[in-house]
């Protein structure tokens, strides 16, 4: 029941906020809406039984389908960090006018809604569906309230992720035609085993679909551009919740579905993330402006999450299950603080901006700790899942490792220098000004950092939560 | 059998009233009522109560699959007329024959869906196309109105000469009309039967626009008032596909062999010319016209995959396909402009519009939760289940991703663009029954089998 | 004298078919035009009576065919007479090479 209560709220409310014309009450509105989600997701947390977290009912009989929905340590994981993130979003951007704010609130509680069926659905047309789905809303937020550029920036990325869900359709279709119990639900595709010329050709049509969202080089193009183009709120869904779809689509369907060929394009993918983690860090290096900046950093991030899925031991597994988890809080916590730069300096030029750190130096302190989280410094979240990350891609091949290893370096370079840049040093014509956060915009950075220690010191829980989801997939691909 | 008789009866009829009712806004009502005593009609015909006893001597056969497509056709027909019919009636003076010959045309669709012998598929082919000849030349002082029911003209009835053609091998071969073909010996036979087969697939690719046989149809189509290209390209369009199904089906379906390849090579033609000429267009009522080439050759797979998946996707395909072409067309004909241009910046003088077109235009375009996305994987379902050819399904799905490119145009003109465009003459009537389309295009596409599919077994 | 044959008539047919799709697709005058496909329908009549008399001479299936193909082929002829004497109204001329109001 809390499953489907899950996507419904956002649901029903993201559609009645069409007809709240009024923009203060939209506002509280998405807000109080998006804490309600938050409250279900904390609730699902401690009702683990089956009666909380499973729902099930026909849907499509003629094709083996059903609408069916259920809740595991990974699915809880993910659907808490969606719940935490959006209300996180809405009290950040709080201050951001849009015009037509009704539609704007509406589209994100529907594209949180997408999220959710993503992160639920036990069947894979549902998946499809709400794969889809996801989508539209955030096609239209960025499309209507972005940057200069943003139409065909945002046509490109549609067509771009279009393009390979259509590929993994033809894949969704073939397994169902496969399967011989004809259907779509979970349980019936990981008790088949697919056969050793159908699994390498299924697997390139999932892998592409799910490369292309999270997304691995060389399905990148579209990622900058989009994040740089959409609106603050829609790039922290984008890149804080939207990119973790694709690896928990890998992790929930590609791997427990097609082990064998997992294995065997195993050096490819890695070799794929790794090359993407060292160019999209050389790239960041030479970015001045700041949302792209953040955008690259998020690609190598990524690589590395997509890099240790594959090696395929419990240890790197587990570690991606925490830092999907902690990457979606830092780097949501990084574009509240780009959008609290841009929204008080109206440039995102690191050339233009400097010595901030004089004027405003709550929004400094933060941030550095929000950064040092981003570059996984010991003692913050991020540092607990490169770990085991790490770890498990030495296992796998050390030489992988080195080459990863890179790009932490290189992500401390880029990292500092734009602290640096950025707070530090004189202030110029466009800085003088500057004035400290208010306390609306310290809480909720505090919230971020707060997350970022806890999870950092006392990282247990997560791990308790999503052990049973690694166990499984690790005795699935062995 | 009773939407047969009916409907040409209603012709007759809507003709005379024309002469005995003297203002001609009173048109569509007329067809209004004769379209809801289709309907009862058509109630009649699937329960198999024949209201007319006559002797047909197994020309014509009422099945569930085409006697339920009557049933979209006449729902869709009422649709049309509801939001359309006043634009009918200001094409030219002759409203009451208009509508008399959207009836013929509807004589026609009900006898393409349950011939069962090639001389009937013949007249209902016939019957669907002559009275569109006229109905595409309806606008007298129109060049463009001419020449296109004149090109029209001249490549229907050329192709109606190759499907003649096409029958007289068959018969010359087999010696019947019927659509059980018995089984040849000889080699020449056999060789007039397969020729026999792909002149007929050929003279059906016209009449439904397949590539390479489509040239004609955006020239139709945007030549045509835009009123009667709303009807041609739906139902007639989808009756023509009917036909083609049934005729594949039902006589044809054990010799996949001969034909099967042809149509796979057009279908990937035919998706491929439709959605890369469609990028191309500044004109949305030609995009429309390529872009129903471009759903054509997804409809295309019901002809090639003869299942059962292929009938219910083909029935789910018609229903989604007709409600949002007639609705995007709805909303066309009340435009100043036609270019995309014409669109820009609708969603701040009608919301409401712009959101349904969009809506619209996803289904087209194949989103789920729109009935396009599962009439299309249905198509998709049923090729697989025939054994499909990997290469066609993956050209059927790039080309499904470029025709998000033409489509997505106009909502990005209606939502992102400035513009200051109107629709003229809206009322609340009008946006009533686009809301009714649009509602039933999402729940057919979130639950196909109460609405539509289950009534396909259970008749 | 010589009884025609099958392959005689089906030759005449064929020929007719022919020179009908060759005066369709190279004549530009629009009663020609529609005398080819005259042409067209009434060789393929030819051949249904044909194989009706020489192959299938139980039941007279063929000529009926005929028949309605002659019926539609009037009806088709009355329309295009309509839309030819439309569009000479307008243009004056009936060569079809001046409607080109529909190009590209």
Request: aromatic content about 14%; hydrophobic content about 55%.
């Amino acid at each position: 029941m809390l499953a489907l209560l899950l996507i419904l709220i956002p649901l029903i409310t993201g559609v009645a906020a069409f007809f709240i014309k009024n923009e203060k009450s939209v506002k509280t509105w998405a807000l109080v809406a998006s804490l309600a989600t938050l409250i279900v997701s904390l609730w699902s947390l401690m009702h683990q039984d089956n009666y909380h977290s499973i729902f099930s009912k026909e849907w499509l009989p003629d094709l083996g389908s059903s609408f069916s929905l259920g809740l595991d340590g990974m699915g809880r994981m993910l659907t808490l960090l969606t719940a935490i993130a959006f209300p996180v979003i809405f009290i950040a951007t709080n201050k951001s006018t849009y015009k037509d704010s009704n539609q704007f609130f509406g589209l994100m509680l529907l594209s949180q809604a997408g999220l959710m069926g993503v992160f639920l659905a036990t069947d894979l047309l549902l998946f499809y569906f709400f794969w889809e789905l996801a989508l539209v809303p955030v096609y239209f937020l960025s499309s209507k309230w972005g940057g200069e550029r943003r139409i065909p920036v945002t046509f490109k990325f549609f067509i771009y992720t279009f393009l390979g869900s259509l590929i993994m359709l033809v894949g969704i279709l073939y397994v169902y035609y496969i399967n011989p119990e004809k259907s779509f639900s979970m349980a019936s595709l990981y008790n088949y085993t697919f056969g050793h010329k159908a699994q390498s050709i299924l697997f390139w049509m999932f892998f592409l679909a799910f490369a292309i969202k999270m997304p691995i080089f060389p399905f990148h193009t579209w990622q900058p551009d989009t994040y740089e183009q959409s609106p603050t709120a829609t790039t922290m869904v984008l890149s804080g919740v939207m990119v973790k779809m694709g690896l928990f689509a890998v992790v929930r369907w590609l791997l427990p579905l097609f082990p064998e060929a997992a294995h065997g394009n195993d050096n490819i993918v890695i070799g794929l993330s790794v090359v993407g983690m060292i160019y999209a860090s050389c790239i960041a290096m030479v970015q001045d402006d700041l949302k792209r900046l953040v955008a690259y950093s998020s690609i190598a991030h990524i690589g590395l999450m997509c890099a240790a899925l594959f090696a395929g031991n419990s240890i790197g597994v587990q570690g991606v299950m925490v830092q999907m988890f902690n990457h979606g809080i830092n780097i949501i916590g990084l574009w509240v603080v780009v959008e609290l730069t841009e929204r008080q300096f109206g440039t995102r030029k690191m050339s233009e901006l400097g010595g901030i750190a004089q004027k405003a130096p709550a929004l400094a302190i933060m941030l550095v700790i929000i950064a040092l989280a981003n570059i996984a410094l010991p003692l913050t979240n991020a540092f607990v899942g490169e770990f085991l990350m790490f770890n498990g891609l030495y296992q796998f091949n050390v030489w992988y490792t080195v080459v990863a290893g890179l790009s932490i370096i290189l992500a401390a370079i880029y990292t500092l220098n734009m602290i640096q840049k950025v707070f530090y040093g004189n202030t110029n014509s466009i800085t003088e000004n500057a004035v400290d956060i208010n306390w609306n915009e310290k809480l909720i950075l505090a919230v971020v950092v707060i997350l970022i220690f806890a999870m950092g010191v006392y990282p247990k829980p997560m791990i308790e939560l999503t052990k049973t989801s690694v166990e499984s997939l690790v005795s699935a691909f062995k | 059998m009773n939407v047969i008789v009916l409907s040409a009866v209603w012709g007759v009829v809507m003709m005379f009233s024309g002469l005995f009712i003297a203002d001609k806004s009173k048109a569509k009502y007329v067809a209004i009522a004769g379209l809801l005593v289709l309907l009862v009609a058509n109630y009649f015909d699937l329960h198999h109560k024949f209201l007319f006893a006559s002797s047909i001597g197994n020309m014509l056969q009422f099945e569930s699959f085409g006697m339920i497509f009557v049933t979209i056709a006449l729902l869709s027909t009422l649709l049309y007329v509801l939001l359309s019919g006043a634009a009918v009636e200001k094409v030219g003076n002759h409203a009451y024959e208009y509508f008399a010959l959207l009836f013929f045309v509807l004589c026609g669709v009900g006898i393409a869906a349950s011939y069962n012998n090639l001389l009937m598929l013949f007249l209902g082919i016939e019957i669907m196309s002559i009275p569109l000849y006229i109905l595409t030349g309806a606008d007298k002082r129109n060049l463009k109105s001419n020449e296109a029911s004149l090109k029209y003209f001249l490549m229907g009835s050329f192709s109606t000469g190759i499907m003649l053609l096409g029958i007289v091998l068959l018969y010359g071969a087999t010696g019947t009309f019927n659509l059980v073909i018995p089984a040849v010996s000889k080699a020449s036979e056999n060789m007039m039967v397969s020729a026999g087969i792909v002149l007929l697939a050929i003279a059906l690719a016209f009449k439904v626009s397949a590539a390479p046989f489509h040239f004609w149809t955006p020239d139709v189509y945007d030549g045509a008032p835009t009123v009667f290209t709303s009807f041609m390209a739906t139902v007639v369009k989808v009756a023509g596909f009917i036909a083609f199904v049934r005729l594949f089906e039902n006589a044809f379906g054990g010799m996949t062999d001969v034909w099967q390849y042809t149509i796979a090579l057009i279908i990937a033609a035919t998706l491929i010319a439709g959605n890369i000429t469609a990028v191309f267009q500044q004109s949305v009522k030609r995009m429309l016209a390529y872009s129903s080439i471009s759903q054509a050759g997804f409809m295309l797979f019901a002809v090639y995959s003869v299942n059962a998946f292929a009938k219910e996707g083909i029935l789910l395909y018609a229903a989604a396909y007709c409600l949002a072409t007639i609705g995007i067309f709805a909303v066309l004909i009340k435009m100043k402009d036609f270019t995309f241009e014409g669109f820009n910046g609708l969603a701040k003088q009608q919301p409401l519009l712009a959101l349904l077109v969009s809506i619209f235009v996803l289904s087209l375009a194949g989103i789920p939760l729109t009935a396009g996305f599962l009439s299309k994987y249905y198509m998709v379902l049923a090729s697989i289940k025939a054994g499909g050819l990997l290469w066609l399904i993956i050209t059927a799905m790039l080309c499904a991703a470029v025709s998000v490119y033409y489509y997505f145009r106009l909502i990005q003109a209606m939502y992102f663009k400035e513009g200051d465009a109107n629709a003229i003459d809206v009322n609340p009537r009008f946006k009533a029954l686009l809301v009714v389309a649009a509602v039933l295009i999402i729940l057919l596409g979130v639950y196909p089998n109460a609405l539509l599919l289950d009534w396909f077994h259970i008749l | 004298m010589m009884q025609p044959g099958l392959y005689h008539l089906l030759f005449i047919s064929a020929a007719l078919f022919f020179i009908g799709v060759y005066g369709f697709l190279t004549r530009r005058n629009l009663i020609t035009m529609l005398m080819s496909v005259e042409l067209i329908l009434n060789s393929v009549n030819l051949n249904f009576i044909a194989f009706n008399k020489y192959v299938w001479p139980q039941r007279l299936d063929g000529v009926f065919f005929t028949v309605f193909v002659i019926a539609i082929a009037a009806a088709e002829a009355a329309v295009a007479i309509a839309i030819i004497i439309n569009l000479y109204r307008s243009h004056q001329s009936i060569d079809v090479e001046n409607a080109e109001e529909l190009k590209y």
